[in-house]
Every structure is written in C-alpha cells, then in structure tokens.
T-cell receptor, first 115, second 112 residues
Framework: KQEVTQIPAALSVPEGENLVLNCSFT??????LQWFRQDPGKGLTSLLLIQSSQREQTSGRLNASLDKSSGRSTLYIAASQPGDSATYLC??????????????FGRGTQLTVWP | NAGVTQTPKFQVLKTGQSMTLQCAQD?????MSWYRQDPGMGLRLIHYSVGAGITDQGEVPNGYNVSRSTTEDFPLRLLSAAPSQTSVYFCASRTGDTDTQYFGPGTRLTVL
C-alpha cells in the first residue's frame, strides 16, 4: 500500500526565509504528484502538479521537484510571507491496478510565517 | 462557475441517524470522489466515481453509500451514523485530462 510521509509536521519561520518542505512515498508507481494548500477550516487548493515524467514545476515563488525513483518530492517556497501560513499537503496518484487514479495523501506540514 | 459545492457546512447527528451529504460540480468533470479528514490521519478516500452510473469503493467505504445519477452530483449517504464517523468530509472532482483535483469547502460532521 502506498504510504506518503511529510517532514516536518510543523514549521515556524520569520518572514523572508526560503523554505523546503519534504514529501516521500513508498511506491514509485505513480502517475503524478500534487502539492495542495489548506487554510484553517477550508478546502484544499491545488498549487502544483508534477507528472511522473517531469522533474519539476514552478509557479511564482513556489517550485516543486520530483525524484520518482527515490520516492521523494520537495516544495521550495522562496521569500516566505505571512500569507503563506497554511497547511501544505502532498498527494500522489497511483498509476496501475487498484491504485489507478487514486490520490494518497500525506498528513501535511503546518507552516507559520511570522512578521 | 461555482466549482465544487458542498452542503451542509456543519451537521450534528445522533448515533443511528442517517443523512446525505451533498456535492455538486459545474465543470463537467468525469471523476468525483469523497474523502474524510481526521486529525493526524491525512485525507482518506471513501468512494469515487469515474462517470455517471459508475462508482467504486475507496480505502474506508464502510458505513457509507454513494450513487452517481448525473455528471454534476455525487451525494454521500451515511446509513446509520456512528461517533467514529465524526470527521470533516471533502468532495473533489477532476477531468481525465489535467488530473488537477478541485476540492469543495468541506462538511464538518459531528456524531454524538
């Protein structure tokens, strides 16, 4: 069964720092990997999606990388701002058999950026 | 374009009661799914659908039923609520092309 782990579970940093959030998964048979943001009491918002054939994706101050063979992804946030405070979730989509099309989520990293 | 909508936002039930959580999307997405989110557990898949008339079980389907009579709607039914079903429920949809998942705002359910 696919297991997704996110480290650290929580992170508190001053404004302006560059951050790295980590995600690892146990089964490399994935179709894609997605990073989501969740604000308290809200739903999930997709930030970046990396297909299994890709190495990275960028959107503004966010950059996500994928090393499928080693089962790792990182989300890099440049020049963090208080508005980046949220929980960041990593999810992988299975690509075969009973896992096809299913998302498997990590437990998230709770990020606090203070002024 | 409202995206994915869920009703109600909050619900309190007594053990043994039944209810339906509503989910609708206006993006003509083929894939729809239901997740539950519990503290320290991450999101877990309950049921999913790849199109009208087609549903299948996810990771934690017991105690829940679904049906998909239209592309737009994917209701989740709790047959006989139990305290273990206290959770936040999210509905999501996606196309087969982009794979980006769109989530609803969630329903916070408490079973007493």
């Amino acid at each position: 069964k696919q297991e997704v782990t996110q480290i650290p579970a929580a992170l508190s940093v001053p404004e302006g720092e560059n951050l790295v959030l980590n995600c690892s998964f146990t089964d490399s048979a994935i179709y894609n990997l997605q990073w989501f943001r969740q604000d308290p009491g809200k739903g999930l918002t997709s930030l970046l999606l990396i297909q299994s054939s890709q190495r990275e994706q960028t959107s503004g101050r966010l950059n996500a990388s994928l090393d499928k063979s080693s089962g790792r992804s990182t989300l890099y946030i440049a020049a963090s701002q208080p508005g980046d405070s949220a929980t960041y979730l990593c999810a992988v989509m299975g690509d075969r058999g009973s896992t096809l099309g299913r998302l498997y989520f990590g437990r998230g990293t709770q990020l606090t950026v203070w002024p | 374009n409202a995206g994915v909508t869920q009703t109600p936002k909050f619900q309190v039930l007594k053990t043994g009661q039944s209810m339906t959580l509503q989910c609708a999307q206006d993006m003509n997405h083929e894939y729809m799914s239901w997740y539950r989110q519990d503290p320290g557990m991450g999101l877990r898949l309950i049921h999913y659908s790849v199109g009208a008339g087609i549903t299948d079980q996810g990771e934690v389907p017991n105690g829940y039923n679904v049906s998909r009579s239209t592309t737009e709607d994917f209701p989740l039914r709790l047959l006989s609520a139990a305290p273990s079903q206290t959770s936040v429920y999210f509905c999501a949809s996606r196309t087969g092309d982009t794979d980006t998942q769109y989530f609803g705002p969630g329903t916070r359910l408490t079973v007493l």
